[in-house]
């Protein structure tokens, strides 16, 4: 499955040594801006690659960060599958535009559904200590969609 991600789920997977869950689930592609805002050596399977568009990153960028802007405009040159975004606003642009979206913790939810991970409360509670916002809304429907016990 072919997706493009912003950098949240990068950052947010990297720093719990769990980035590996998106090279199981996807063939990552990320824009350049992504790239940079990683900020570390990139693993060999993500792939980066340029927007073509650079008047619709432009438009988008009036509202949204450089890195989401170009995310959403490559989902939509490559019309990919999925992209990942976790900030609410770039969300929102995405859907209007008819993007499929994930969030960081729906990859978890995704991981266990395919018996990448035993149970996605520990990875949703080490990407919150870690500093990952995640509301405790979210992380019950999380919870419940991955048939774990809700405390």
């Known amino acids: 499955m072919i997706v493009v991600s912003n950098t949240s789920a990068l950052i947010g997977l990297s ?10 689930l996807f063939e990552e592609i990320i824009p350049p ?16 690659r340029p927007v073509s568009d650079e008047k619709f990153v432009k438009v988008l960028s009036y509202s949204l960060g450089k890195g989401e802007a170009e995310a959403i405009a490559l989902a939509l040159e490559l019309n990919v599958d999925i992209i990942i975004l976790d900030d609410l606003k770039a969300r929102k642009f995405a ?18 559904k395919r018996g990448i ?3 996605v409360f520990p990875v949703l509670k080490e990407l919150r200590e870690k500093g990952f916002w995640i509301s405790d809304a979210i992380i ?3 919870m419940k969609s991955g048939g774990e016990e809700v405390e």
């Open 15 to 24: 720093n719990i040594r769990h980035l590996g869950i998106l090279q199981k």
């Open 33 to 48: 801006a992504v790239a940079e805002e990683f900020g570390e050596k990139l693993p060999s399977w993500v792939i980066v």
């Open 95 to 112: 859907e209007d535009l008819g993007l499929n979206i994930i969030g960081t913790a729906g990859v978890t939810l995704l991981a266990k």
């Open 117 to 119: 991970i035993k149970r």
């Open 140 to 142: 019950r429907r999380i």
